[in-house]
């Protein structure tokens, strides 16, 4: 199939999963559970995680492992829509991976302190006491942990990573790593039972150095395990240690790939015989195995695939992952020049007759959903993740699926380390809210942190957006509301004087009422992007450019413009600005709303009032749009998760936006709460996220709200798209 005949096929794909279904089953997030919740003691400002994750056999309880923190935390998943706390157990040195074999749960930990001198331990704990009953010593730094379908055996990558900081990270740094094997008896380990088979000289890459990474069993007791750095597969008898056949990973060469790290989106460049460098592994079957081709130093090929035990390759991915990522929003434009989404975390998991296939990918914070046909993989649907997915668990046997989110960004105020939940049940995917069409070159369209909207004035669900500065490029984006998803079907970018138009950071877009926009970009002096209005055509040009006055500017910070909104036509138009936080001649409190006619270029302002912040937070201004006799305000504080209190639509009545001059008092509008906008963000059940930054009004007077996802940079990427009906 031709590249652009695949991607059209992807996005039919894609649009079809999203639509509305009476007989089909999709994953739905139901729970989202903050691991600092089981560690509620620790130092504040401390980094939290959750990387490797396990159930117990009914599946009523996850174990996770929490190198961070040093222990593992348990979580409670009787009513798997509201998890539950179970404890954290702290541990001598780091735990890279855990499971569980009947009421026992095997961690192995990492107790390295000399790069050529690895240590590590096997802990087997007790689920009920929570007591250490047996350690073994492993001889070196363990990494994953894997048991077989009897729960008899256990084998341990014992990867003896490198020193990344010596030589850059390069290949081979001895010791090399193994696989240590060990019997399993009533759910305990006999440490007298360790057997070792060496890794040493397999692989053609750096093969005296074998550093292996995940591992899995079949139902055969046949190991698979993945020697990533090497870029090399190996598959052995679990009962006897002995090599059955091993082989390259191999190269893709990939085309149509976003390159390069530029802040731009365009899927136009190439990497051939680009290796996969696989990280995690899973059995298919008894024969087939799948690989999450993350890649380190010298690969990373974007995506995943499916090889025969004896080495032949069946499926490659190539960079369709990619581009769905792309269309979501989710693409991760910092790692272009790296390893774009980097799948990295997997799992496969038979839920009735369909045999589903999970792919975390790390950048993107998405996890790709697919159904094995035996053939080539058939694309389901995506998955909204926390930040950096690494854990995948299937529970087929409670309908569920589970990420483990390993990055904590919560020292900074952004989102804490998180469990998410999703149930496989009859129904409508929630997620994607919004995603794009493909352009007229069959690439997507790529979006991300959508930051203003405004309604067409004719055409019911129609919509505009504008980006913010996580782009170079600068663009307006028409939204087909009226699709499920909403669907984005053109991007225009921002142009001046023919070509992209730089240093715009657009906050808010309106209708100049003849076909073009009036677009507000926030300022940042010491960056050089000025505050300012920009007036464009239809086709992004611009055609006027006001900067903000000298009253104005001798007052400025950072946190400008946040929305526009017009009144009246013509020369009788008045443009009024949202100013999302207090400038320093505003008293604490109150932000300004600012006036500007572009006939009579008379620049005025009001005051509004603002909701009193909580302890550590702040409060300001996201969005203006009029419509009838009201201008309605979104107002937020900058909190997210559990700290997140205010994110809300209020009103103030037109006939109090009477500008007074810059220089002089001005008066205070009233405000009227129209909508609480919390529990609409909790019942996307993830967590509350910190920036709805858009509210557009229709021309049939239905609103819609829209979240910024900050272009996936400390973000899970998500972006939501709702409606709130007529206003």
């Not at 404890?87 to 890279?96: A, M, N, Q, R």
């Not at 055996?153 to 790593?177: F, H, K, T, V, W």
């Not at 581009?323 to 496969?348: C, F, N, T, W």
């Not at 904590?408 to 804490?416: E, I, N, T, V």
């Amino acid at each position: 199939m031709s590249s652009s005949k695949f991607l059209l096929a992807l996005t039919a794909t894609l649009l079809a999963t999203t639509a509305s279904a009476t007989s089909a089953e999709y994953f739905n997030r139901i729970a989202s559970f903050p691991v600092a919740l089981n560690n509620p003691d620790a130092e504040e400002g401390v980094e939290n995680s959750a990387e490797i994750i396990n159930a117990s056999e009914d599946g009523m309880t996850l174990v996770y492992s929490n190198a961070l923190l040093g222990g593992i935390g348990f979580v409670d998943i009787t009513d798997p829509t509201a998890p539950k706390a179970g404890g954290f157990v702290t541990l001598e040195g780091g735990p890279t991976s855990v499971t569980f074999i009947g009421g026992k749960v095997l961690v192995t930990v990492d107790t390295t302190e000399d790069f050529t001198a690895p240590k590590g331990y096997l802990a087997v704990i007790d689920q009920a006491s929570k007591a250490v009953e047996v350690t073994c010593e492993l001889g070196g730094q363990p990494d994953a942990i894997a048991k077989n379908m009897d729960g008899s055996l256990i084998a341990i990558s014992m990867e003896n990573q490198r020193d990344e900081d010596l030589n850059d990270g390069a290949l081979p740094q001895l010791p090399s790593g193994n696989i240590t094997f060990f019997d399993v008896a009533e759910g305990s380990v006999d440490c007298a039972t360790m057997r070792v088979t060496e890794l040493a000289g397999v692989a053609d890459f750096a093969g005296e150095d074998a550093e292996p990474e995940y591992t899995d069993f079949n139902s055969l007791d046949e190991l698979v395990v993945t020697l990533q750095e090497n870029n090399h597969i190996v598959v052995l008898n679990g009962k006897t240690g002995e090599i059955i056949n091993d082989f390259s990973a191999g190269t893709v060469d990939l085309d149509g790939i976003d390159a390069t790290e530029d802040g731009k989106l365009s899927f136009t460049e190439s990497q051939p015989g680009r290796k996969r460098e696989p990280d995690a592994v899973q059995w298919l079957d008894e024969n087939r195995i799948i690989t999450a081709n993350e890649g380190d130093y010298e690969g990373g090929s974007r995506g995943f695939t499916i090889f025969h035990k004896d080495g032949t390759e069946l499926y490659e991915s190539g960079v369709s992952m990619e581009y769905i990522a792309a269309q979501l929003g989710h693409y991760p434009e910092g790692r272009s020049d790296a390893k774009g989404v980097e799948p990295e975390g997997m799992e496969v998991g038979t839920f009735g007759d369909t045999r589903f296939i999970f792919v975390n990918q790390e950048r993107s914070s998405l996890v790709a959903v697919y159904k094995d046909t035996g053939d080539v993989p058939e694309y389901w649907q995506s998955l909204p993740s926390g930040v950096g997915p690494e854990g995948a668990l299937a529970i087929p046997s409670r309908n569920l699926y589970v990420t483990a989110n390993e990055t904590d960004l919560s020292p900074d105020g952004a989102a804490p380390a998180h469990v998410m939940i999703y149930e496989l049940a009859e129904g409508e995917p929630a997620y994607p809210t919004i995603m794009s069409d493909l352009d007229a070159d069959a690439k997507p369209i790529g979006w991300a942190a959508l930051s203003g909207a405004v309604g067409d004035a004719e055409k019911p669900g129609i919509l505009y957006a504008v980006s913010d500065s996580v782009f170079a490029e600068a663009a307006i984006y028409e939204i087909d509301a009226t699709a499920k998803p909403a669907r984005i079907v053109k991007k225009t970018v921002i142009t001046r004087n023919g070509a992209p138009a730089q240093k715009l950071d657009l906050e808010g877009i309106t209708l100049d009422g003849e076909g073009g926009f009036w677009l507000a970009s926030e300022g940042d002096t010491g960056d050089l992007t000025p505050h300012a209005l920009f007036h464009v055509n239809a086709d992004g040009e611009i055609e006027d450019e006001i900067a903000f006055p000298a009253a104005l500017l001798a007052h400025e910070i950072r946190s400008g413009s946040e929305g526009i909104a017009a009144i009246g036509e013509g020369d009788d138009m008045t443009l009024w600005i949202a100013i999302q936080r207090e400038w320093k001649n505003d008293e604490k409190g109150f932000v300004k709303l600012v006036s500007y006619n572009p006939a009579s270029e008379e620049w005025g302002a009001v005051r509004y009032p603002l909701e009193a912040p909580a302890e550590g937070a702040w409060v300001g201004l996201s969005e203006i749009t009029v419509h009838g006799d009201f201008a309605y305000i979104v107002e937020r504080d900058n909190q997210i998760a559990a700290n997140a209190q205010l994110k809300a639509i209020y009103r103030v009545p037109v006939s109090e936006l009477v500008s007074a001059p810059l220089d002089g008092e001005l008066p205070v509008v009233s405000k009227e709460l129209v909508r609480d906008l919390v529990p609409d963000l909790m019942a996307f059940n993830g967590y509350v996220v910190d920036k709805v930054e858009s509210l557009a009004i229709d021309s049939t007077g239905t609103g819609y709200v829209i979240t910024d996802n900050d272009g996936v940079d400390d973000s899970s990427g998500e972006t939501f798209f709702w409606s709130i009906g007529a206003l």
